[in-house]
Nanobody
Framework: QVHLVESGGGLVQPEGSLRLSCAAS????????MGWYRQAPSKQRELVAT???????NYADSVKGRFTISRDNAKNTVYLQMDSLKPEDTAVYYC?????????????????WGQGTQVTVSS
């Protein structure tokens, strides 16, 4: 069983900062790419940022220059530093990870999601 546990969400004023963390735990062979997605009320879930095992990053245009994704492979953790937050960043933020699980001689790659953490940007 693999779990992704997010933390760091909350209420922040516009132009403020928050740092989200997502730690993977459980029994797995290795972690692949990790990322953050978000879903605002009445909207579809959208990509925020992703990071590969080689630390190549990709960002949604709406967050470029304001958000920074990073990972600590020793801790199986991915982070999202969010600066200059705007009210339109308000959403539930979800962590995602590609997880490789060994079953016998086979390695399976599965997609896992965290439970989500609420980020609210409001004065």
């Amino acid at each position: 069983q693999v779990h992704l546990v997010e933390s760091g969400g909350g209420l922040v004023q516009p132009e403020g900062s928050l740092r989200l963390s997502c730690a993977a735990s459980g029994s797995f062979f290795s972690l692949g790419a990790m990322g953050w997605y978000r879903q605002a009320p009445s909207k579809q879930r959208e990509l925020v940022a992703t990071i590969t095992t080689g630390t190549s990053t990709n960002y949604a245009d709406s967050v470029k220059g304001r958000f920074t994704i990073s990972r600590d492979n020793a801790k199986n953790t991915v982070y999202l530093q969010m600066d200059s937050l705007k009210p339109e960043d308000t959403a539930v933020y979800y962590c995602n990870a590609e997880v490789k699980i060994q079953q016998g001689d086979m390695i399976h790659e599965l997609d896992y999601w965290g439970q989500g953490t609420q980020v609210t940007v409001s004065s």
